[in-house]
């Protein structure tokens, strides 16, 4: 691809004074400049071929001194977003295969999305003329940033490579402390299923998909890590006020309180990789370790009390575990407001544009099985057909046929996630509650949608379609078992398997 040279020289500029100023900091002083590379040379009238080809040599030199910590450590939310995205489209330029010069790529791409140049830029959506999604505009943003690259074209196999990150993604937001997240192998899996793509690597698709990977397991990372590094300074100093010195056994060498107490999590967090990753381990060790001993509880020891007398009655039974939260089901529901149902709509619009996109780029053989958070939602024949269907916008049987599907779909699966939140939060009222309250503007909402789902099937009979009123029926079956099952949940009765839907493995 043809380009301006003056251009590529602008962004060398830029990624050379970023490097040389990092170097200043590690060898605190100035950095030697090769002759005409001065900032004042690159303005002259020199010729241009030529001190582009004395930069790519100084940057590649410069590259090989500048680790990939070092640029963690300088990519602060107070970095010129201009000088981010020269560094984004001189890696780019380069397609260096090596890990260092991906894992500094991957850095660079995960700070800008981490950091958009405006707050919630990347959140915002669109639709489509066909009423399809159009591409996120994070990566809409990097296909500008990298227009006048060459970008390499994406093969087949990998965007079969990229429908990987969301089922990665949920998985490691499921892990609940730092030693299952390490164990499950989940980190060198990742780096070598971005390994895989090779140059493909640096197309704008693939790090649209890399960089909200990157910023959501970084946070889950940095949350476990900081918990997991806290538990242990509590135990070493609970156990350095009872005279201790020694926490654990790691690797045949004893930890001792000193060790812990000159642990500095920040400075962890932003080593190489393969330092880091040894060092994580260590820590992690180390609370799975404190985990088998005894719990050091830093309370005084009550005084004796004197045994009482033998009773002559029968002793008290044993305590009766307190009963799950229950809800007056229909006078919540005649306390729905409009503003609650509105909002709900908006969820559902959501769920629906979720299980269409996944529908659409499954492999046809999976496209039944939509992965949600907490739970598979199972769809029909009839209904997956529904969410890719190209005749949406008609007005037309079908087209009421396929919209009354989705929505019923929709409704089923908040349900579902809701119920699925009430189980978790049943020792936790308050929470309960919050979750009992979408469901009961959920049991609300379904009664319009009931009675329309109805009137259409009513219609396709009419009209001998009885194939779609049946497909149509089984949904509204569906969505009907959903209800009961909701229902008895608020009430406090059993709970029933709800139609349509099964927990993840």
Not at 218 to 241: C, M, P
Request: hydrophobic share 40%; glycine share 4%; proline share 6%.
């Amino acid at each position: 691809m043809a380009e301006d040279p003056k251009w590529e020289l602008a962004i060398l500029a830029t990624v050379q004074g970023f490097y040389e100023k990092l170097l200043q900091e590690s060898v605190e002083g100035e950095v030697p400049v090769p002759a005409g590379l001065e900032d004042v040379s690159l303005q002259g009238d020199s010729d241009v071929h030529e001190t582009l080809a004395r930069m790519r040599r100084w940057l590649r030199l410069l590259d090989m001194a500048i680790t990939p910590a070092m640029l963690r450590r300088a990519l602060t939310p107070d970095t010129d977003p201009e000088i981010a995205e020269a560094l984004l489209r001189y890696f780019s330029r380069k397609k260096d295969m090596t890990s260092v010069h991906r894992d500094k790529t991957d850095l660079v791409c995960t700070f800008l999305y981490r950091h958009p140049r405006v707050p919630g830029q990347w959140e915002r959506r669109g639709y489509g003329l066909d009423g399809s999604l159009p591409l996120s505009p994070f990566e809409i943003a990097l296909i500008e940033i990298l227009a006048d690259s060459e970008v390499p074209s994406l093969p087949e196999e990998h965007v079969q490579l990229l429908r990987q990150f969301d089922p990665l993604q949920q998985e490691a937001e499921g892990f609940h402390d730092l030693n299952s997240l390490l164990e499950s192998g989940i980190i060198p899996r990742v780096r070598e299923l971005k390994q895989s793509f090779e140059l493909s690597f640096y197309h704008p698709g693939v790090l649209a998909t890399i960089a909200p990977y990157n910023a959501s397991f970084g946070a889950k990372f940095d949350d476990l890590f900081r918990t997991a590094a806290s538990d242990i300074k509590n135990f070493a100093a609970a156990l350095q006020e009872q005279g201790g010195t020694i926490l654990g056994n790691v690797e045949g060498v004893d930890v001792t309180v000193e060790h812990v107490g000159a642990m500095q999590e920040s400075e962890l967090l932003k080593m190489d990789y393969g330092v880091a990753l040894e060092k994580f381990g260590r820590v992690s060790k180390l609370k799975k370790a404190l985990e088998r001993r005894p719990p050091i509880r830093r309370v005084a020891r009550p005084a004796p009390v004197p045994a009482p007398a033998k009773a002559t009655r029968p002793a008290a039974k044993s305590p009766v575990p307190p009963r799950r939260p229950t809800l007056d089901v229909q006078a919540a529901r005649s306390a729905v407001t409009p503003q609650q149902l509105s909002t709900e709509e908006t969820k559902l619009l959501k769920v629906e544009e979720s299980v269409r996109v996944f529908v659409r780029v499954a492999d046809p053989k999976f496209r039944q099985i939509v992965p949600m958070r907490f739970f598979n939602l199972m769809l029909t024949n009839a209904e997956a057909d529904a969410f890719i269907a190209d005749f949406l916008g008609e007005k037309s049987l079908r087209a009421d046929v396929a919209r009354t599907m989705l929505r019923l779909v929709a409704v089923a699966a908040r349900m579902t996630t809701e119920m699925e939140e009430m189980k978790r939060a049943e020792n936790s009222p308050s929470l309960w509650k919050l979750h009992a309250d979408s469901a009961v503007v959920l049991l609300e909402l379904s009664t319009s949608i009931e009675e329309h789902a109805h009137q259409v099937v009513a219609q396709a009979n009419q009209q001998n379609e009885g194939q779609q009123a049946a497909a149509l029926q089984e949904s509204l079956q569906k969505l009907q078992e959903c209800l009961a099952t909701v229902t008895k949940a608020l009430g406090g009765a059993p709970e029933a398997k709800v139609a349509g839907a099964s927990v993840a493995n």
